[in-house]
């Protein structure tokens, strides 16, 4: 069953070294409340799964401007400065991961797949040192799933099962990450009672779901 | 680039959109195209981070926080909208869903070679949704200067850097020109009202083949 816990409680969970697989598109449906608390913690030596490094005050961008990112997988980075001088200086690791096929790589973890094949990225860098399949005389790259310890995502209301539903563009990559955590802890607007949400409403079921965090901010001013 | 170019590439992207299609458009000079669409075609526009239906900007002081394009940008929804995560928003787009995508590039060459993702050593924003964008799409359009900041050709015989695809653009528009790539190399089909063919040429890296009628744009 699903557990409501603090985001200071969220962020204690999270060791050096732990994978995390982060929702959220330029920091829009990014957790914040649970990026803060990590913030506040200060945990370093993070792996991190995300779409894009977002700005250095908003989003995932927190973790990087704190140092607590020392590798990454991510398809963007044109929005943080702060993440590319840690990479030009060695400080933080980047796979830089087209986008679609981040999203099947993290999916595919959930899902219990190995991989994906993709056509995505034949015939550039992204092919090299990997294994090129060909399926009815197409060629595809294969690309491994990718494991996270935790998923932090972000919704807009939960009831107490853990059922996740989600606002306008929001909603992006965090579905996808709430199937891939080990444990998976959801940041929301609002937890109703069992039942107040409409069964064909819930994008993600509560079975992905381990704890729920209140979000203690309207930084979307408009919800 | 001086608005009255922007608005000029924009206005010749908008021609290649047909009533019904589904559209991708890239950050930046590409968007500029949705200030021209002809009137009698409706096109849907997608964007990546998990949207169909992408409306005009919002009013200042009515912007939902939670509603923005792949640029960051605020959008608003039109009637028929939906939302969708980002794994389905990639299908749609690597699954041949998409009709035209356009996107903005550093080099593009002869062969229909794409690179806009990174400089090494100087600027890595990463590929983001591109290569995807690029591999699925049915049709691949290409806008950007003709030439870089110190006026040498974008257009090449061959990309210098990391590709984003291989052999997938099908129309290249400048500042200068609209450039179909086809299986014979380049074809210079259009040139911008004031140029000469020869100006084009000369200002083109890659060779370009010169078909009877070049038509103004």
């Known amino acids: 069953m699903v ?7 969220a962020a204690a969970m999270i060791k050096p ?3 995390i697989a982060i929702g959220g598109f330029l920091a829009v449906g990014a957790p914040e409340t649970i990026i803060d608390a990590m913030v506040e913690l200060g945990v370093q030596d993070l792996h ?12 995932v961008g927190k973790l990087v401007v704190n140092h607590m990112i020392s590798s990454a997988q991510v398809s963007h980075l044109g929005t943080n400065k702060a993440i590319q001088a840690q990479m030009n200086a060695g400080e933080i690791a980047i796979e830089l991961v087209p986008q679609g096929t981040l999203m099947e790589r993290v999916r595919s973890f ?6 994906v094949l993709t056509p995505t990225g034949l015939g550039t860098v992204v092919q090299e040192g990997k294994q090129i399949i060909a399926i009815e005389g197409k060629d595809y790259i294969l690309e491994p799933a990718i494991a996270s310890d935790f998923a932090l995502i972000r919704a807009h209301k939960a009831d107490k099962m853990g059922n996740l539903t989600y606002r306008k563009t929001a909603r992006n990559s965090n579905p996808i990450m709430a199937m891939a955590g080990k444990i998976t802890i959801a940041e929301v607007d609002e937890i109703v009672e069992t039942g107040q949400l409409d069964p064909e409403d819930v994008i993600t079921p509560g079975v992905f779901v381990n704890y729920l965090v209140l979000s203690k901010e309207n930084n979307n001013g408009a919800r | 680039m001086a608005q009255d170019k922007r608005a000029m590439i924009g206005a010749r992207i908008a021609k290649e959109l047909k009533d019904g299609d589904f559209v991708n458009l890239g950050i930046g000079l590409p968007t500029e195209a949705v200030n021209f669409i002809p009137a009698g075609v409706h096109v849907v526009f997608q964007s990546e981070n998990g949207m169909l239906g992408v409306g005009p900007s919002p009013e200042t002081g009515t912007e939902d926080q939670d509603m923005i394009n792949a640029g960051g940008g605020f959008i608003t929804a039109l009637a028929g909208a939906s ?6 928003s990639f299908a749609i787009i690597r699954g041949g869903h998409i009709d035209i995508t356009v996107l903005g590039a ?11 993702w990174m400089i090494p050593g100087k600027m890595v924003p990463g590929m983001g949704g591109a290569m995807d964008l690029v591999t699925g799409a049915k049709k691949v ?5 003709h030439c870089d900041k110190n006026g040498n050709s974008k257009v090449l015989k061959e990309c210098s850097l990391p590709l984003t695809a291989k052999g997938k653009v ?6 200068m020109a609209v450039i179909e790539v086809s299986r014979q190399g380049l074809v210079l089909k259009e040139i911008a009202e004031g140029l000469t063919i020869d100006e084009v040429v000369k200002a083109t890296a890659a060779e370009l083949n010169i078909p009877e009628v070049v038509k103004y744009f």
């Open chain 2, 170 to 175: 099908s129309v290249i528009i400048t500042d």
């Open chain 2, 141 to 145: 359009i290409v806008a950007m200067e």
């Open chain 2, 83 to 88: 939302f969708f995560d980002s794994a389905t």
């Open chain 1, 110 to 115: 959930g899902a219990g797949l190995g991989g």
């Open chain 1, 48 to 59: 991190m799964i995300v779409i894009a490094s977002d700005w250095e005050n908003r989003g």
């Open chain 1, 17 to 19: 070294k732990a994978r």
């Open chain 1, 3 to 9: 557990k409501i816990i603090s985001a200071a409680a």
């Open chain 2, 106 to 116: 550093l080099q593009v060459d002869a062969q229909g070679n794409l690179a806009n």
